[in-house]
């Protein structure tokens, strides 16, 4: 008899769906659960309202290894700073983050009411751009597990 009270009150043990697998040409990344999902041509995109992730990839003229990290933050550096113009926003913050265990270089740019996080995994011949938009009073949780569970094919 407990046990059909418990059922009839949600007292089910199963964990509840809290994101999706997407896969995209090359990679994979775990999204926010209900979230609609957009492919295109190299990127695969999961948004809700003004809230979104990303993966997109392109393809490096030069082979990347890590002894380039430091050159390339300097480029990096420079291209951030032309979006944040462009999108009349600011870089507050950069930062090293290993992502799939790449060692690679992370971005905010505060706009408005969002801060919008980038990432630059590099790999080979190959560039995966992680941005994340998210709101100011939003939790960076997403963000996180764009990060976290990003992989590389």
Do not use: N
């Not at 697998?21 to 999204?31: D, K, L, N, R």
């Not at 080979?124 to 938009?133: A, D, H, S, V």
């Amino acid at each position: 008899m407990a046990a059909l009270i418990l059922a009839g009150c949600g007292g089910s043990s199963a964990p509840k769906a809290t994101g999706q697998t997407v896969a995209g040409p090359g990679f994979s990344f775990e999204a926010p659960a209900g979230w609609r999902i957009e492919r295109a041509a190299r990127q695969v995109t999961a948004s809700r309202d003004s809230e979104l992730v990303r993966v997109a990839s392109f393809p490096l003229v030069k082979s990347y290894s890590p002894g380039l990290f430091d050159r390339v933050a300097r480029e990096l550096d420079l291209r951030m700073a032309d979006v944040a113009s462009r999108t009349g926003g600011k870089v507050s913050g950069k930062d090293t983050v290993t992502v799939a265990g790449i060692r690679s270089h992370a971005y905010d740019v505060d706009v408005g009411d969002h801060v919008d996080e980038y990432t630059f995994v590099l790999r080979g011949k190959r560039e995966y751009l992680l941005p994340c938009l998210r709101r100011s009073s939003s939790g960076s949780e997403f963000c996180q597990t764009l990060a976290t569970s990003f992989a590389p094919a």
